[in-house]
């Protein structure tokens, strides 16, 4: 039982992938940073969804996405919020805003900004 568990383990080790050596190590603190340029955008009233204009106090950023064209090296930086409470849409009852996106521009303003609605 012992040899069939090593060989299982040595097997399941062997199948994990190695990063290439060219791609970079991420950088993890970095969307730390991007969340606070992020909030301070919203701090500055930059946040508006429909007629609502949304404060720090509603939202809770979760991701941090880079989204990298192929011929550009310049990633565009989107943020991605839950809203602590969703939010109604005016005209349909059944919906509300769950979370909101939003692009950081090199200059730390928001824009594209995008609401995520889902149904009762």
């Known amino acids: 039982m012992l ?3 090593l ?3 040595a097997a399941v080790t062997a199948a994990l992938p190695l990063r290439p050596a060219d791609i970079p190590e991420p950088q ?3 969307p730390r940073h991007i969340v606070r340029l992020y ?3 919203v701090d500055r009233g930059e946040l508006q969804v429909f007629t609502h204009q ?3 106090a509603m939202i809770s950023p979760t991701r941090v996405e880079y989204i990298y064209k192929i011929d550009d090296p310049v990633p565009t930086i989107r943020v991605f919020s839950e809203l ?3 939010l109604s849409v005016l ?3 059944e919906c509300r805003v769950r ?3 939003a692009v950081l521009t090199p200059d730390g303003r928001l824009t594209n900004i995008e609401a995520h609605i889902s149904t009762n």
């Open 28 to 30: 993890f603190n970095e």
């Open 91 to 93: 005209y349909c009852d």
């Open 84 to 86: 602590t409470e969703p």
């Open 99 to 101: 979370g909101v996106s």
């Open 7 to 9: 060989l299982f383990s």
């Open 39 to 41: 909030l301070i955008a």
């Open 54 to 56: 949304i404060s720090k």
């Open 3 to 5: 040899i069939a568990g």
